[in-house]
């Protein structure tokens, strides 16, 4: 193969991946003079963002003018069992409303106040009604909108073009080598920094909310490329996936509907939350359902329904309820709306899910319960970035969105990820421009990697024959729920490296039949590379970590143990190409965020009451 | 209860092809796409089908099934008499790329044709004020996942000539959002009228049957257009134009 003769794209600026983070990079960048080209595995406007449904998290304080950065930050910390990197939560509830207003003058329609401002939703672990969104379709919002924004930007979008690994001139980022879908011809787009939003690796798993597209190559391409992976233990399992019929089995529920006043019950009919409200959570959890009742009526003082306590918390009182034999026909819990709500409320406030139960289900989601049960849906863990600038320990190499780790620290709140993308997206975009600028020298990859690329890229065709790829894929997500799964134990999670390991020895002879073209196959046996790095950093960090945390659990560690809260399980690839995992020690948090996360509620909201009320007579004067 | 099922599937590129048929197993609960799915794992590995959130919130599942345009992934199989053979074809107002996939990127080029929204000024406050009744309508427009469904059956973008003159349902929606927003502050209605052909629909409204979005594209976005366009160029006219189209 003559590298010469490869087709050679240059930009200033390469992002992989065109959600909300990519899509809030590329316009960065390019509202900053770089040439930015942005690829993406499918077309334009369907990468995953489009499936976010409850909506996006910033302190507007348009639904509840108490509302304050300092207490999403708080709540985002507490969310994360405190193992969030402080400096991004800060950042990220202080930038938050200033990006969703700029969404708005981009053309976002959201959901009006009575004032005719953006509205927002109660969600789980969040204070106040923080959540701007437009019924159940906030992500298609978001992602339509930064898409025709975008699109005049001048912006460069490759669609249908999948990058394959990461290209360097010595220890800097010089390029991507990637291949258009529908031809299978190669591509080689060079430039001086790439910046990652490629999102989760959900499909290792098979019961998850994730697409196809979440394969986890932005993690393993950069952990190939020398950066490393952090927190990547922290897999959240959202509670409420659909369990019925088996083909639908992980589609995602939006916690909307529990935030709208859906309340889960076991098959004795028990609202069992109540008992499973963790000892941290008590002060500011409804302990009746006459309280809970109140609460939804928006009553003063009445503190939130158990429903709404954090994802892990849920996901794990479900698993529990099925264990204990008292789980809804399909192995979940009931998902009661019907009962709570007038028909036309459920179908103005959450027309998707109404839509989706009624197609997929034939289940009609005003007259009866959905069943429901746990799927896996996020990573928190991913690319290890600094804070303000999104950089990875390699020059050139930036990382956004879901695929980098720090924001969201043991477990995610809903609606902090739309908003991540555009916090973060945004600062991405910043610090690649910086970094080009501050590097005007030229960079050119080396001519035996990209050689070498897409020699490994047309192995699985070339070869005489192999396993299907599809077997492989198959064989990793059996394992993966049953040894990494929501409860983990220390033989499950040897059990299940060892798998990985074997898969990843036969992975290296599977065939791909057919040509190039348009080739799912093929495509397949590419992405079981990053797959599988993906799931062997699970299974070691989750191995390493001796605590049960927020999204993490382990049976045989039960309970958050002081002593790691000062840890990071941070992954690089080691000199011979093996997996090292380390503990990591944190650094010291900043003295005023640390005694704003452990501030007590009332005395915190007392005193953004009185900043408030101090900036209001400044602007007054 | 599972059971055997017939499929025909279109295989082929730009240069020709054929049906192909695959026996497969079909389990309750199960939607099209699902089944292309298994046939892909089990017979065809290279079967090419493009798809991405197997919820209908994507749009990039469409296809022809049975001759209906359709998103696969929200068809279920019970829809379908028992023992009925099922035929999969690629939508055909667009170019072929390989089995079920089109090329789509016209609907792309129309979109960059589309001025951006244009905020007007935020008000004193420095906030921007819209009633949620001034946006409902602007709201259902922007639920379009951009399947292309409508602008597949759109008889004038079959047509030979079509596409040279006329949007498209998609689009002239698209347009219609931006018209109706309450804060756009940009004329549009010259460029709907001459640039994006906005008088080439007949108002068959064939394009609201297809939409998966249950969007009312006909009544609540072209009709209206095209009333606009006729109050600023043909006002005498306009009486007419009601009578014809029966709308208010
Ligand atoms: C059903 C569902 C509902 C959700 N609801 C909410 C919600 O209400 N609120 C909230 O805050 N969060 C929600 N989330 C989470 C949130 O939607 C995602 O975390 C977020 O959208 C991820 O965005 P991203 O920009 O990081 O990546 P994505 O939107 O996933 O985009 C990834 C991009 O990377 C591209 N890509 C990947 N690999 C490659 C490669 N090798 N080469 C080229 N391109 C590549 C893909 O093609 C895609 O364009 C939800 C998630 C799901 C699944
Ligand atoms: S109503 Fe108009 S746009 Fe819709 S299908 Fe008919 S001619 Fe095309
Ligand atoms: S208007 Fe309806 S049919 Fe047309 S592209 Fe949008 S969702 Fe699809
Ligand atoms: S796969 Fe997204 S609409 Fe069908």
Redesign the pocket.
């Given at each position: 193969m003559d590298v010469n003769e490869i087709q050679t794209i240059e930009h200033d600026v390469v992002v992989?991946?065109?959600?909300?983070?990519?899509l809030r990079a590329a316009i960065e960048c390019s509202a900053q003079g770089m040439n930015t080209g942005l690829?993406?595995?499918?077309l334009l406007g369907k990468?995953?963002?489009v499936?976010?449904?409850?909506?996006?998290?910033a302190a507007l304080g348009n639904a509840d003018s108490r509302d304050h950065w300092k207490i999403h930050f708080r709540d985002t910390m507490r969310g994360g069992k405190f193992l969030n990197v402080w400096r991004m939560a800060e950042l990220h509830a202080r930038e938050a409303p200033d990006r969703v207003n700029e969404l708005e003058e981009w053309g976002a329609v959201f959901d009006r106040t009575k004032d005719g401002l953006i509205n927002q939703r109660n969600f789980g672990g969040h204070r106040y009604p923080r959540l701007a969104h437009v019924g159940d379709r906030?992500?298609l919002e978001l992602i339509r909108t930064l898409q025709d924004h975008g699109i005049h930007q001048g912006i460069h979008t490759h669609m249908e073009?999948?990058?394959?690994e990461l290209l360097k001139d010595g220890d800097k980022i010089a390029g991507v080598a990637?291949y258009w879908r529908d031809t299978g011809r190669f591509v080689l787009l060079k430039c001086k920094a790439v910046i990652l939003?490629?999102?989760?690796a959900g499909k290792a798993w098979r019961v998850t909310?994730?697409s196809w597209?979440?394969?986890g190559?932005?993690l393993a391409?950069a952990y190939d490329a020398g950066a490393e992976l952090m927190d990547v233990e922290f897999t959240q399992f959202h509670p409420t996936g659909m369990v019925w019929p088996l083909s639908v089995r992980g589609i995602?529920v939006?916690?909307g509907v529990r935030g709208d006043g859906g309340i889960l019950k076991n098959s004795e009919g028990k609202r069992f939350m109540f008992d499973y409200i963790p000892e941290r959570f008590a002060p500011e959890t409804a302990d009746s359902e006459e309280e809970a009742a109140r609460w939804l009526e928006g009553a003063e003082g009445a503190r939130r329904p158990p429903e709404l306590l954090t994802r892990d918390v849920v996901a794990r009182a479900i698993t529990a309820e099925v264990k204990a034999g008292r789980g809804s026909p399909h192995g979940g819990a009931f998902l009661d709306i019907a009962s709570r709500r007038p028909a036309e409320f459920i179908k103005r406030k959450l027309p998707s899910m109404y839509h989706q139960f009624m197609e997929l289900a034939e289940v009609d989601i005003t007259k009866e319960p959905m069943e429901v049960g746990p799927t896996l849906?996020?990573f928190m863990g991913g690319i290890r970035v600094d804070a303000e600038s999104q950089q990875t320990r390699v020059p050139g190499l930036f990382a956004?969105?879901?695929?980098a780790a720090g924001l969201h620290g043991a477990n995610r709140l809903?609606?902090?990820?739309?908003?991540?993308?555009i916090v973060f997206?945004q600062r991405a975009g910043m610090g690649a421009t910086e970094y080009v600028r501050a590097n005007p020298g030229s960079v050119a990859p080396d001519h035996d990697a990209v050689k070498e690329a897409f020699r490994r890229a047309t192995a699985p065709l070339n070869r005489e024959s192999g396993e299907s790829p599809y077997a492989l894929h198959d064989e990793l997500q059996d394992t993966m729920g049953a040894n990494v799964g929501i409860v983990r134990v220390e033989e499950e999670l040897k059990k299940g490296i060892d798998d990985v390991a074997a898969i990843q020895k036969r992975a290296e002879t599977v065939k791909a039949h057919g040509s190039s073209q348009y080739n799912p196959g093929w495509n397949q046996a590419l992405s079981l590379r990053s797959l599988l790095v993906s799931a062997e950093a699970v299974a070691r960090a989750a191995l390493m970590r001796q605590e049960s945390r927020g999204a993490h659990t382990r049976l045989d560690y039960e309970g958050e143990r002081d002593e790691w809260l000062d840890y990071n399980v941070v992954i690089r690839k080691s000199k011979d190409g093996s997996m090292d995992v380390e503990k990591v020690k944190r650094p010291e948090p900043d003295a005023e965020l640390k005694r704003i996360a452990l501030s007590e509620l009332e005395p915190l909201e007392e005193e953004v009451t009185a900043e408030r009320a101090k900036t209001r007579e400044v602007a007054d004067v | 209860m599972s059971e055997q099922r017939t499929f025909r599937v279109w295989r082929g590129d730009k240069d020709g092809g054929e049906f192909a048929t695959y026996e497969t197993k079909v389990d309750p609960g199960m939607v099209v796409l699902d089944v292309i799915h298994r046939i892909q794992a089990e017979q065809a590995n290279d079967l090419a089908v493009r798809w991405n959130c197997k919820?209908g919130k994507c749009g990039s599942c469409s296809m022809e099934i049975n001759g209906k345009p359709r998103l696969s992934c929200m068809t279920r199989m019970n829809v379908f008499a028992p023992g009925e053979t099922i035929t999969l074809q690629p939508v055909k107002t667009f170019p072929l790329i390989r089995d079920l996939v089109t090329d789509v990127s016209w609907n792309y080029e129309q979109n960059q044709r589309v001025r951006p929204f244009k905020p007007k000024p935020r008000g004193a406050d420095g906030k921007m004020r819209m009633y949620q009744e001034d946006v409902d309508r602007v709201q259902e427009f922007r639920k379009c996942i951009e399947c292309y469904l409508c602008q597949n059956v759109c008889h004038v973008l079959r047509d030979r000539d079509g596409k040279a003159a006329f949007t498209g349902p998609r689009f002239l929606l698209r347009l219609a959002s931006l018209e109706m927003h309450p804060l756009d502050d940009d004329d549009r209605i010259p460029e709907i009228k001459d640039e994006f052909g906005s008088g080439m629909c007949n108002i068959t409204k064939c394009c609201t049957d297809v939409c998966p979005e249950h969007i009312k594209i006909t009544d609540n976005a072209i009709i209206p257009l095209k009333e606009r366009v006729v109050d600023r160029y043909y006002d005498p006219l306009k009486k007419l134009f009601r009578v014809f189209t029966g709308s208010k």
């Open positions: 992989i991946g065109a959600g909300g983070a990519g690829i993406m595995k499918s990468a995953h963002t499936m976010a449904e409850g909506g996006m998290a906030t992500g073009c999948t990058a394959l990637a939003a490629t999102g989760g909310s994730n597209e979440y394969t190559d932005g391409m995602l939006t916690e849906h996020y956004c969105g879901e695929c809903g609606g902090n990820s739309l908003s991540d993308l997206g | 919820a």
